[in-house]
């Protein structure tokens, strides 16, 4: 049985929505620290690591991205990125209708930098996550 493509549909729309709640220039800091300086599209990718994580830890990283250093586990895993997530709707929409899925609606990353001034010191920005990441 598929999933009709209208339900695909708002899952995608869903997921846009949680993309674009986590384009936060403290957010990206925490992704770079983590994952030494994603691209864009890898910071997307982490955003989709940090969605799966369920609701409670993606809410409190929203609050705090340090909150991240919390609950993180570095033992299991040397990237924290779901890349897989984000393709997830598109795979299902053409295996359930033989069709693309129509263009999303997911914010532009890149605006992100623009978030946190230039020289902000990150180890002040994010002490837990700085203390486990950097040098």
Known sequence: MTTPP????????ILGTLLARGNRGELRVAANLINDGPTDEEFLF???????QGREKFEA????ADSIADWIDTSE?????????????????ETATGKDLPPSEWPKIGD??????????????LPKLSARWQD
């Open 46 to 52: 982490f955003l989709g690591w940090l969605i799966l």
């Open 77 to 93: 895993v040397d990237s924290y990125e779901c890349e897989d997530l984000l393709y997830a709707a598109a795979n299902a929409h």
């Open 6 to 13: 209208e339900e695909i549909r708002e899952f995608d729309r």
């Open 61 to 64: 990283a929203l609050k705090s």
């Open 112 to 125: 992100t930098a623009k978030l946190i001034k230039l020289g902000t010191d990150v180890s002040a920005l």
